[in-house]
């Protein structure tokens, strides 16, 4: 059954909803759909209160370690954390409280996938898969998806697929070229896989329905959507389009984010449904 799960986005130390097509290093150019006056802490004690495993924090740039720790400590084994994770660094997060990490942009060096870089990171797990959540975030290029990096703003190499590479219709992308069977070559060496669509991500206009679909048909693991959700009824649709496979992340539209499309308890409320 699909389930809610919750997330932390820190930027620049602080609680953040950000749309995520303008995350660049050019502050300017950066839009934030809310900036919370609370810390970390706070939502993960919410969490914590309502049992919502799974829930993940993403450092998204520099100077977030401290609040990311914040949160790991008010709830010890609660949450997954990803951004700046690396093969050095991957048993530090799970000291310091992480139930698991999540790799992106480490993957692809030079934008291009790198299996040594992965099974680095497995190593310094001391092997253990269900400690590794593998981050394929998105953007839309024509009719495929390609793995993006850098805070989303760099294509790499490599299309989220099942199957074949197959053609590509814009004749500037012409370059990018991605492994056959990218999930089931991934899967081995991760317990889930999260996939923001960053076109999508803080815009609160939809879920990628076709992405959600082709999610549940891909992937035998557990794997989390992020991107759109702008009501609790997405929720509903996830479920019915995945037939339960696919959990479903909503940030923007959440009213303890300043949204007014979905109600927290709400929220809360669907996975607890699942229990009974």
């Not at 074949?164 to 889930?192: F, N, Q, V």
């Not at 959507?225 to 923007?252: C, F, M, P, R, W």
Request: glycine residues 10%; proline residues 3%; negative net charge.
């Amino acid at each position: 059954m699909t389930r809610f799960r919750p997330c932390i986005d820190l930027h620049s130390g602080q609680v953040k909803q950000i749309v995520g097509g303008t995350l660049t290093d050019v502050s300017a150019e950066l839009k934030t759909n809310h900036v919370s006056t609370l810390p970390a802490g706070h939502f993960a004690k919410l969490y914590k209160e309502n049992g919502l495993t799974g829930a993940h924090v993403i450092m998204l740039g520099p100077g977030n370690m401290d609040a990311a720790q914040e949160a790991l400590s008010e709830w010890k084994g609660g949450f997954q954390v990803g951004g700046g994770v690396t093969e050095e660094n991957a048993m530090d997060w799970i000291n310091f409280g992480a139930e698991k990490v999540i790799i992106t942009s480490y993957l692809f060096p030079d934008g291009k996938f790198s299996m040594d870089r992965l099974q680095g990171v497995l190593s310094a797990l001391q092997g253990d898969k269900n400690k590794l959540v593998i981050d394929l975030s998105c953007r839309r290029v024509g009719s495929s998806w390609f793995v993006a990096m850098n805070k989303w703003q760099k294509l790499t190499d490599t299309e989220v697929n099942e199957g074949e590479l197959r053609g590509h219709p814009i004749e500037s992308m012409a370059h990018l070229t991605a492994p056959e069977d990218t999930i089931k070559m991934l899967e081995p060496y991760c317990s889930e896989f999260l996939i923001h669509a960053a076109d999508n991500e803080g815009l609160q206009r939809g879920i990628d329905e076709e992405l959600v679909r082709k999610l549940a048909q891909w992937c035998s693991i557990p794997v989390t959507y992020a991107g759109g959700g702008k009501s609790v009824e997405d929720l509903d649709k996830v479920q019915a389009l995945s037939h339960g496979k696919v959990d479903l992340t909503i940030g923007s539209a959440l009213d303890v984010f300043g949204g007014t499309g979905a109600k927290f308890t709400d929220c809360v409320e669907w996975n607890k449904r699942l229990k009974r």
